[in-house]
């Protein structure tokens, strides 16, 4: 029994990624913490078992598909859940996903219903966390994009790809082979829960065998292997609302899973070359010389909309003043911010023999000592 990580993370692939990706992830890890190379680091070593065992799963076509699946339920460590497929985002569970690890057995990946077993019970013992089970799951489902500082400034469409799971095409749901005959789940003996020990009390949950259907197929369906479910890449259009904040969640409703719960979005906005926000205000750093700074200038400034707009600046000018162009920052719900330019002052990195007297000269004549 080992602590489970995410095997993904572990060796810093994308779930969507190649057999090939994941064999050159692992050489390139294995070779890092080889024991050989780190001698006496039992962290090493750890770590190196831990790459091993990750190598060992995902390298393998059917343990993947198995492990993939467990990994929807959120048995494992890190933003497991419906993962991602690009544009940068990631998906994760919703509510009812339990955020611990724990311990969890993954030496037996034959037999599913073991496996299912082994994680509900260690889920048991991490607490009631996941206590609302699949059914709450699928209200919500919970991605994060990153969006560029003007797409988060100015609204727009941002599109996102995600991996979900969708009803399967070939069994409708059911799991069912074509032709198969449906048997009383031998698990849950029809019930569709099944109950085990949690501190002294017992806990109902839905049958991890016939995932509370009560019933299993003589013969599951080759395209889900009976989960009854695939996995789609989904392609969303998130609509960003002029000025949205950092951190900003945003519900999309029945987007989440098989149409049926929402999927959140949490916003993340990427950082800008020049500005910067405080509340609906933009504020950019604009550099100007030392002859700018001491006699003054005017300065072309692009707003935020790609505006340009002629600021003057007067002799005098100090490093870090702020100059206040009004009505160019954000607008939101019928209020405009200000745009504000702060100068920073450059000063040359070398003068040349004459202009060295020149400045000698100028700081005489203003009485600045040196
Ligand atoms: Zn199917
Ligand atoms: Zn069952």
Redo the contacts with the bound molecule.
Sequence with gaps: MAAQRDYYQLLGVAETATTDEIKKAFRRLAKQHHPDRNPNNPQAAERFKEINEAHDVLSDTEKRKKYDQLRRYGAFAGPGGFGSGGGGSTARRGRGAPPDSGDFDISDLGGLGDIFSSIFGRRGAGGAAGAAGREAELEETETEVTIPFRVAALGGTVPITLVMPEV?P??SGT?AAKGATVNTCPECKGRGTVSFGQGGFAVNRPCPVCRGKGTVPSQR?P??QGS?EVRVEKRINVEIPVGVEDGARLRLKNQGPKGRGDLIVQIHVAPDRFFRREGLDLIGVIPINLAQALLGSRIKVKTLDDKRVVLRIPPGTQHGQKFRIPGHGIEKNGRRGDMYVETHVTLPEKLSSEEQEAVKSFAEKAGLKY
Excluded: A
Aim: glycine share 24%.
């Design positions: 399967c070939t069994c799991g369906c395209t889900c009854g």
